[in-house]
């Protein structure tokens, strides 16, 4: 039987050994008044949740370098803090998504690098310095496949041993896939998680030849 907890205050989540806020809760409240995230940041996405358990499963090697790509709130790589005691960096487009970002760091005591770039445009001698490069929809777009493709392509080439991306199933994601697979080993898996709700998504993982 899981292993009840007694959350502190309302509107918290509590997945995957992560207290992580929602929309309502009155920091995030607190936060909106001042920032307004313009990429989709505004939440903890379902994808997040698919890739903390993928991760679960498939754990990455303790103190590993880790990146989250496309962070939003952060969620992930604040499990891979938690989890794995890596030593972990998020990258967003938009600086908005930082402040919460923080305050989710903060309450669940990691301490996260942070980088605001397009992490399409990222080098491959920063995006080799990682072991493990990871990303929760970040391929929704049409003009986001090819630049992911050639993103991931890079990091490998300089050193990166796995790059992970979890999605919902959408087109743009399996084109992805199909691209991807032309210089690189790659394994698709329907996959789902059970916190703090149940969601489905679909994840791949990205290796070197």
Known sequence: MPRLERLPEPHIDYAYGLFLLKKKHRLIKAL???????????????????????LSHNPIK???????????????????GNHFNA????????PAVFPYLNVL???????????????TKMPGNLLGEQNVIVGSDVC?????VDPLVKMTWRALKNGTKRVIIADPGR?????????????SRVSLQEWYCIEPDRHIGEVVEVRPR
Do not use: Q
């Open 105 to 119: 760091a903060e309450i669940n005591s990691v301490e996260v690098r942070k980088r605001c770039r397009d992490f």
């Open 62 to 80: 303790k103190n590993s370098t880790f990146m989250e790509i496309g962070c939003g709130w952060g969620g992930v790589a604040i499990f891979a």
């Open 140 to 144: 929704f777009w049409d003009s986001l």
């Open 87 to 94: 030593k972990v960096t998020a990258v967003d487009l938009d």
């Open 32 to 54: 909106n008044k001042r920032y307004k995230p313009s990429v989709h940041g505004d939440r903890t996405w379902e994808s997040a949740f698919v890739m903390m358990d993928y």
């Open 171 to 183: 087109p743009t994601f399996y084109e992805f896939c199909d691209k991807v697979g032309a210089k």
